[in-house]
């Protein structure tokens, strides 16, 4: 049994990752720790897991945190790289679910995130944790730096095109225009996410520079072996339900590759991926066919055959943009399946 803690157990990632966790057949939850809520029991908190999970939130130093074999973060920013070092010295494996190991840039890191990187050396041979990009290196990985929600969405939309050899849209002018669930902005209290304040109402953010713009870049370039350039417009937006991410992009197609069948292109490349699943020509994905679960749907449209490409992405925040992956990448990692304890079915209505 792999034995599993997680720094960070109150939010809406961390129960996600007890909710799947709790039912993997070769996991067993050792620790979860939040120093506010010390001493309660995980079931007081989240009744969801009444029966299911029997463990008390402890503090992370009077956890066995270790002991463990791999240890989830699901914590701020500036949290796993506090503990990276002494977590790497017992050998246990990091899985974090933040910021503080995605950006291989430690200035784009400050920037964005305001504060110095702790372990500039440990962020050099930590993997990013997008299956689907970096599985052969996923299994090898002692550190994951796990992709923020929206950046799956749209590095998995646009993967197919940009792998290829040669440019077949501009790469220059790609766009993403996304929209995500009131959870994306956590469990923490804020005006923003009060029910009078987002409920019956849908607006744009920022639009001026969001920090998933860097990573989502940085993972695009990636994609490309590095060999190209990248620009992208990112428009983040929030919707007025609980959970789930839909990203609508655009890329103008290049003149030589307007004859490509870009359906069969989508199909071939996630053949292998048991988790993306591309739709049938002429679909319209919606966010509700992946609720609680760690599937991604893609929709390739051609509007008029003409010279723009419509990519329609939609997954769950808190699974395949979150939690889910996370423990798709600890399988991995653990010489499992990957879709171990992992195949819930999507919750409808």
């Not at 992709?147 to 749209?154: L, R």
Request: net charge neutral.
């Amino acid at each position: 049994m792999i034995k599993v803690g997680i720094v960070g157990g109150t939010g809406y990632t961390g129960v996600e990752l007890l909710r799947i966790l709790s039912a993997h057949p070769n996991v067993k939850l050792t620790a979860i720790t939040s120093r506010g809520d010390k001493g309660t029991h995980v079931a007081d908190m989240f009744p969801s897991l009444r029966g299911i999970v029997d463990l008390s939130f402890t503090s992370p130093e009077e956890s066995a945190l270790n002991d463990c074999d791999v240890v989830f973060f699901a914590t701020p920013h500036g949290v796993a790289m506090s503990h990276a070092r002494e977590l790497l010295a017992h050998h246990v494996k990091i899985i974090d679910l933040a910021a503080d190991f995605r950006l291989k840039d430690t200035a784009e890191f400050e920037k964005w995130y305001g504060m110095p990187h702790a372990c500039p050396d440990i962020l050099t041979e930590a993997i990013y944790g997008l299956v689907e990009v970096n599985r052969d290196a996923i299994r090898n990985a002692r550190v994951i730096g796990l992709p923020g929600c929206y950046p799956t969405s749209v590095q998995l939309g646009f993967a197919p095109l940009l792998s290829q050899d040669k440019p077949l849209v501009d790469e220059s002018r790609l766009i993403a225009d996304c929209k995500s669930g009131v959870s994306g902005a956590g469990r923490r209290a804020s005006v923003g996410s009060l029910f009078a304040e987002s409920s019956d109402n849908f607006h744009a953010y920022g639009v001026k520079g969001h920090r998933h713009l860097p990573e989502i870049v940085q993972g695009l370039k990636a994609i490309t072996r590095n060999t190209r350039e990248i620009g992208l417009t990112f428009v983040p937006h929030l919707t007025p339900m609980i959970r789930g991410i839909h990203s609508t992009l655009y890329a103008t197609l290049l003149p030589e590759s307007r004859d490509t069948d870009f359906q069969k292109l989508y199909e071939t490349h996630y053949r292998n991926d048991p988790f993306v699943d591309v739709l049938p020509a002429g679909s319209h994905p919606e966010t509700r066919s992946v609720r609680a679960s760690n599937y991604l749907r893609i929709a390739v449209h051609r509007p008029g055959n003409g010279n723009t490409l419509v990519i329609l992405v939609v997954e769950d925040n808190l699974v395949k943009g979150a939690a889910g992956q996370g423990v798709q990448c600890m399988n991995l990692m653990f010489g499992l399946d990957e879709t171990t304890g992992l195949k819930q079915v999507p919750v409808l209505p």
